[in-house]
């Protein structure tokens, strides 16, 4: 049976909900991909709300979420939350919060947050860009989390004190900035591989992929390039869509891609190219991308470690933390194609795994 991590009855240490936060990627196990209405189960109905132009922003004080829909009839998708940890010292903490991890002080210092990390076996990775010094980034690819910290910001804040911690933050957005550069030679190569037979296609990546150090992000690159065109061309749509599965697809048989990896990115531009009115026949049908999600889930529902008290977190070591994490992010993805699935034991296996989403890391 899978290992089940009871609660227990010490007091709770301050850290505890923003590593909770960092490493899972969520807040109490919830803001990547649930409803507003799984949120509201979750953390209650004292927030503000405002939507504007398919948008919608739930503020809890601390914590604000936010989704998208195209129009009124479609589900709202959830793109993100943000932790604002600078308001620490001016606004209530709802109180689900409080109840799960105790007080938090009015400031979170981002070398005491950055040290227990590494103790857990996580590191935090410089992002910064060169245009604002009052502010520094970092980034953990694991969760796809961002943490923003202060430089100078006057005296309502420490100087290294975090001012926010926010997801997702895609790899493809962080390379991006890396790359800025080559991005019209990178979009003319795409441009002209789109007319290219698949043979063809594969002698253009032979002869243009770096050294295996520069290769992950030069193919997340490539990607991102690609949806560009989909947002800028909507006339060539189908073709560009061909194009960037085939590119996915390629990237998982040259092993730059792990399954999980592509399994995960399969999911989540399916969805996208679903709710943009892309012709369903031009996509993978939703057995495809929620069985290969399920298969890259890298242990079974009989074997994962899940939590019945978030607080226990850190009793985990980091292989049994990855594993879990991963698990809730392949199972988060396959979740946006459950209605479509047509073989009902798939569509069972995959309930089983929502069910306990929420114990997952």
């Known amino acids: 049976m899978f290992t089940s991590l009871r609660g227990h009855d010490c007091e709770m240490a301050d850290l505890d909900f923003f590593i909770d936060v960092v490493v899972s990627g969520a807040v109490l196990g919830v803001g990547l991909s649930e409803s507003p209405h799984d949120v509201t189960c979750t953390l209650g109905s004292d927030y503000l709300e405002d939507r504007s132009h398919g948008r919608m922003r739930r503020d809890y004080g601390l914590v604000e979420f936010f989704w998208e829909r195209r129009s009124e009839s479609d589900p709202w998708l959830a793109t993100g939350f943000t932790v604002q940890t600078h308001?620490?010292?001016?606004?209530?903490?709802?109180?689900?919060?409080?109840?799960?991890?105790?007080?938090?002080?009015?400031?979170?210092?981002?070398?005491?947050?950055?040290?227990?990390?590494?103790?857990?076996?996580?590191?935090?990775?410089?992002?910064?860009?060169?245009?604002?010094?009052?502010?520094?980034?970092?980034?953990?690819?694991?969760?796809?989390?961002?943490?923003?910290?202060?430089?100078?910001?006057?005296?309502?804040?420490?100087?290294?004190?975090?001012?926010?911690?926010?997801?997702?933050?895609?790899?493809?957005a962080v390379v991006a900035v890396r790359l800025g550069a080559k991005r019209q030679a990178i979009k003319d190569g795409l441009a002209h591989l789109l007319r290219l037979g698949d043979h063809e296609r594969q002698r253009w990546l032979d002869r243009r992929q770096p050294e295996p150090s520069g290769r992950v992000n030069w193919w997340l690159y490539l990607l991102l390039v690609v949806d560009s065109y989909l947002s800028d061309r909507p006339r060539r749509r189908?073709?560009?869509?061909?194009?960037?599965?085939?590119?996915?697809?390629?990237?998982?048989?040259?092993?730059?891609?792990?399954?999980?990896?592509?399994?995960?990115?399969?999911?989540?531009?399916?969805?996208?190219?679903?709710?943009?009115?892309?012709?369903?026949?031009?996509?993978?049908?939703?057995?495809?991308?929620?069985?290969?999600?399920?298969?890259?889930?890298?242990?079974?529902?009989?074997?994962?470690?899940?939590?019945?008290?978030?607080?226990?977190?850190?009793?985990?070591?980091?292989?049994?933390?990855?594993?879990?994490?991963?698990?809730?992010?392949?199972?988060?993805?396959?979740?946006?194609?459950?209605?479509?699935?047509?073989?009902?034991?798939?569509?069972?296996?995959?309930?089983?795994?929502?069910?306990?989403?929420?114990?997952?890391?």
């Open 87 to 172: 308001r620490l010292e001016s606004v209530e903490v709802a109180e689900e919060l409080i109840r799960r991890y105790g007080l938090l002080d009015r400031q979170l210092r981002f070398a005491q947050l950055n040290a227990e990390l590494e103790r857990l076996g996580y590191r935090l990775e410089e992002i910064t860009g060169n245009t604002d010094l009052d502010y520094r980034q970092y980034w953990l690819a694991e969760s796809r989390i961002s943490v923003v910290t202060t430089g100078s910001c006057g005296e309502s804040m420490d100087t290294g004190s975090v001012w926010s911690i926010s997801a997702p933050h895609p790899p493809e």
């Open 238 to 361: 189908p073709d560009w869509v061909e194009l960037r599965l085939w590119l996915l697809d390629q990237g998982r048989v040259r092993r730059v891609f792990t399954q999980a990896e592509f399994a995960e990115k399969l999911a989540y531009f399916v969805v996208g190219m679903r709710s943009k009115g892309v012709e369903l026949a031009l996509l993978p049908s939703a057995d495809d991308v929620v069985r290969a999600c399920l298969d890259a889930i890298p242990v079974g529902l009989d074997r994962i470690v899940m939590l019945d008290d978030r607080r226990d977190l850190r009793k985990l070591d980091i292989t049994q933390m990855r594993q879990s994490s991963k698990a809730k992010q392949l199972v988060r993805a396959a979740q946006l194609h459950l209605d479509g699935v047509q073989d009902e034991r798939l569509a069972g296996e995959l309930r089983k795994w929502i069910d306990v989403k929420p114990r997952l890391v």
